[in-house]
């Protein structure tokens, strides 16, 4: 066993109304090594209240699916990121659609990236293999308070 | 200016008016001359009545003389000698004188019968006095009464005189008739003042002669006074005969007439008129010889006397002529001139205003909108005739004109700057239910909805400006009060000085044409909403299928990799050909969801150099190439056009990989070429044409269209790597959304090319720069 990294601590928050969706990529971050603690939300509602629940340690990365029943993923973006003790934590918008429209619209809403989901397995190891590189071993983000 | 009188009646008063000024001053001449001629023939005649009254005087002078000297000489040869001249002039006197006054006392002139009975009672006296000398005649010289031959001189001589007096009433009548005549007549009265007193010389000489006696100083103081007279009157004649233009006829005469005086009263000048000089009988000739030569002086002053009087009636025949003359071509000019008159309102009437007035109706019939017919005119070569040619012109274009109002399916309406309507077609009455009759003199305001009326002010605002108003869509009224949409196109007239009188107004229903752009305007927004809903679906539709695609999948690999020890071979099998399933329904709804799209989105069109194109393509899809051992051939360099740049790439992408794909051979080549014209195996000619040529298998004739169907492959699928068969569907897609047209020639087994254009009619679509 190697010795955990410093990150791993931190959990990820995956918000999808899709039962079969959230087990993929929960089985893709595996597979792409991350280690952390994986927390499940399958509305926007219950994800803001994950969020703003005092109990639950901050995350150290959000994927967010946009289609989903009640306050959609556009709306959940749009309230983290107006939120000050949220703002700072990255985004992923992790969708089926790849419309333009939606494209633009979430990193206007202050959307860190934006994702296809692939179809194929394979791919979507591949899409968290890459975010984890990029979020967790790569880029900086403020410091805390 | 208004002219109350029409131009037939201005030129023919004209011309009446010159034609009678003309005819009164002829016929004034006309008089003129007539009285003149009058007054010539009265002269003529007063001359030849008063005439022989000089023969009288002269006569009566003979007679003078010879009775004279006869009283003075009883010599019976001396008295045989004189006696039958003295019978002879008396006898001519007597006859003269009675016929003449006779012929005077016809002439109604006041105080000349009171001449005439003078001369007359005188003549008694003398015819007393001249028996008194035959009684005297026949007894010897001292027997006789001595006082008789000096009262018988003075009484002849008073005869003589009262004559002359009567010459002289008669005449002063016609002396204003012609001034040249005027003046004979006193160069004849000098004439008769020379012959009267050379007269009284000669008889006073003979006498001397007769009694062989000398002159006594009164007597010489007589016949001084006398040759005084005598040499006055010649002068005076001279200068008379120089006036009254008888020179050169009388030259002769006269200067024979004064020779023979001078010559013969010179003769005796010493002898009777110089004082002191005594001769008693020694006269160097007898009485009866200076009787001869001075008769020779009397004849030759009564041919000068008939000289002037021929010349006189020379004159005055050749005056009377000349009147003649003058009212002959007076006369002429008279009748010329009423030709002239009757000619010209012949021309005034038939030639100017007739045709004027057919062309002037011809020409109202056509302001009422009936077919012009211009008069026929036939004298072709003069100003009214150029008229008429050019209104046959012009009425050939105005029925033209009559014929496309009448016959247009627009409303033609003229109104004048105040709106009054002055004409009306045809479709104008069909559009707005009123007819011409009813329409012509009323207001536009009838059909313009009241609430619109500001809008026709600002319409003849404009026009008033001479600015046409175009395609203005508006509203109007018809009879029955219902609303018509229409264009309106109003174009100002003008007057010949280009003042803006009027307006031409074309109307066109557009109530169809309206009803169709709201209907147009329905259906569109049908469509889009229609396209809306269907982009809506695809992207529902690609969403929502996705997500249990991904669920079949997911799990089957999940499957797959948790349970690879509980599977058997069939099972695993199976499993991987759910994944690959999956995979491929991925495809399917991704291109589905582009071909949608493709249709939907708006086209960026850019400046595009083809060669590049091509080149990028070639860049990315060289490993595929290089493993299909396929090369790219460009013969010709491809031009640079505007289009769409990513969908043109995708359209060569598509066709480039399948000329690769769909060929058997070892060694491919794709051929990519441009021609400006095409003429297709059909006959069908093209321009700017594209084509991608391949060394493939070929397609047979009857998959021609089909292979351009959405998911339709011509072969079954073998591997991943094959396509969805939509490429083509593609290639179409963006072609047809460029405007053009994409078509293919094929022979089995030696290839395939395919043609396409990118140029449409639409503008915002491909273009060969």
């Known amino acids: ?145 | 200016m208004r002219h109350p009188l029409s131009i037939r009646a201005l030129l023919l008063l004209t011309v009446g008016v010159l034609t009678a000024l003309i005819a009164l001053l002829v016929a004034n001449e006309v008089y003129q001359q007539w009285e003149r001629l009058e007054k010539i023939h009265t002269l003529k005649t007063a001359t030849l009545v008063s005439d022989p009254l000089f023969d009288v005087m002269e006569r009566l002078s003979v007679e003078r003389d010879m009775a004279y000297s006869l009283l003075f000489n009883d010599d019976p040869a001396f008295a045989q000698t004189l006696h039958p001249r003295l019978e002879n002039s008396r006898k001519e006197a007597d006859a003269a004188l009675t016929a003449t006054l006779q012929a005077l006392s016809t002439y109604d002139f006041p105080g000349l019968k009171e001449q005439i009975q003078t001369c007359r009672t005188q003549f008694a006296a003398l015819q007393k006095t001249r028996r008194q000398i035959d009684n005297a005649l026949t007894l010897p010289l001292d027997k006789r009464n001595p006082t008789l031959p000096d009262r018988w001189f003075d009484e002849v001589t008073a005869m003589t005189l009262q004559t002359e007096n009567v010459w002289l009433e008669f005449i002063k009548h016609f002396r204003e008739v012609d001034p040249v005549v005027s003046l004979q007549m006193r160069f004849k009265y000098d004439l008769r003042a020379i012959m009267e007193n050379s007269g009284r010389e000669r008889a006073l000489i003979g006498r001397l002669i007769v009694q062989n006696a000398d002159a006594t100083p009164t007597e010489r103081a007589k016949l001084l006074r006398w040759q005084g007279a005598v040499d006055e009157a010649w002068i005076a004649a001279d200068s008379l005969a120089e006036q009254g233009k008888l020179y050169p006829a009388i030259t002769l005469a006269f200067k024979e007439a004064k020779s023979h005086y001078d010559n013969v009263y010179g003769m005796v000048q010493d002898i009777f008129y110089v004082p002191g000089t005594q001769h008693g009988a020694n006269y160097p000739f007898a009485a009866d010889f200076w009787f001869e030569l001075s008769e020779e002086t009397t004849d030759s002053f009564y041919e000068l006397k008939n000289a002037v009087i021929k010349e006189t009636h020379g004159y005055l025949d050749a005056l009377e002529a000349r009147a003649q003359r003058v009212i002959l071509w007076h006369a002429i000019l008279l009748i010329l001139t009423f030709m002239l008159c009757f000619y010209s309102f012949y021309v005034i009437t038939y030639r100017v205003i007739r045709p004027i007035n057919g062309i002037v109706a011809a020409l109202l019939a056509a302001m009422q909108g009936k077919p012009v017919s211009m008069p026929k005119i036939t004298n072709a070569e003069d100003e009214i005739g150029k008229l008429a040619q050019v209104l046959h012109a012009f009425q050939r274009n105005a029925n033209l004109l009559i014929a496309i109002v009448a016959s247009s399916d627009d409303a033609i309406i003229s109104k004048t700057m105040d709106g009054i309507i002055t004409s009306w077609n045809a479709s104008a009455e069909r559009l707005f239910g009123y007819n011409a009759a009813e329409m012509i003199g009323q207001h536009i305001n009838l059909i313009i909805p009241p609430e619109r009326r500001k809008e026709e002010q600002q319409i003849i605002a404009q026009i008033r400006q001479g600015k046409p108003v175009e395609h203005f869509e508006t509203m109007r009224m018809d009879k029955h009060g219902r609303y018509i949409h229409i264009a309106l196109t109003v174009s100002p007239i003008r007057d010949a000085t280009g003042n803006v009188i009027g307006a031409s107004k074309t109307a066109r229903d557009i109530t169809a044409r309206k009803k169709a752009e709201a209907e147009l305007i329905h259906y569109t927004h049908a469509l889009e909403r229609s396209n809306r809903e269907l982009d809506d679906f695809a992207y529902i539709a690609s969403h929502d299928l996705k997500e249990p695609l991904r669920g079949i999948h997911n799990h089957s690999r999940f499957l797959l990799e948790d349970n690879a020890d509980k599977l058997d071979a069939e099972s695993v099998k199976k499993l991987n050909r759910l994944v690959y399933l999956s995979q491929r329904m991925e495809r399917l709804v991704n291109d589905l969801l582009y071909f949608s799209r493709l249709g939907r989105q708006e086209l960026a069109i850019q400046k595009t150099d083809i060669n590049e194109v091509i080149h990028d393509i070639e860049n990315t899809l060289d490993h595929f190439l290089v493993e299909h051992k396929a090369r790219i051939s460009i013969p010709v360099p491809l031009p640079i056009i505007t289009c769409d740049k990513p969908r043109v790439t995708e359209l060569f992408r598509n066709l480039i990989t399948n000329a690769v794909k769909y060929n058997d051979r070892p060694e491919k080549t794709v051929e990519i070429g441009f021609l400006s014209t095409y003429a297709s195996p059909q006959g069908i000619p093209y321009k700017n044409v594209f084509y991608v040529k391949d060394d493939g298998k070929g397609i047979a004739r009857e998959f021609h269209e089909e292979i351009f169907r959405i998911f339709k492959r011509l072969q079954n699928s073998t591997g991943i790597e094959d396509g969805t068969g939509v490429g083509l569907t593609f290639v179409k897609k963006i072609v047809e959304r460029h405007g053009g047209k994409i078509w293919l020639e094929s022979e089995p087994g030696r290839g395939t090319t395919f043609y396409f254009t990118l140029e449409g009619s639409n503008d915002d679509t491909a273009k060969i720069i």
């Open chain 1, 1 to 145: 066993m190697t010795q955990p990294k410093s990150y791993e601590s931190q959990p990820i928050l995956v918000v999808d109304d899709s039962e079969d969706d959230f087990y993929a990529t929960e089985r893709a971050l595996g597979k792409a090594n991350l280690h952390n603690p994986i927390a499940h939300a399958s509305s926007g509602e219950s994800a803001l209240e994950w969020l703003k629940s005092k109990t639950n340690p901050k995350p150290g990365l959000i994927l967010l699916d946009l289609n989903m029943p009640g306050i959609d993923g556009r709306k959940t973006l749009e309230i983290i990121k107006h939120n000050g003790a949220l703002k700072s934590i990255p985004v992923v918008i992790l969708t089926t659609s790849d419309d333009e429209r939606d494209v633009e619209a979430c990193y206007a809403l202050g959307a860190n990236t934006y994702i296809q989901k692939p179809v194929d397995f394979d791919g979507l190891i591949e899409a968290m293999k890459r975010l984890k590189g990029y979020w967790f071993e790569i880029a900086l983000l403020p410091k805390e308070g």
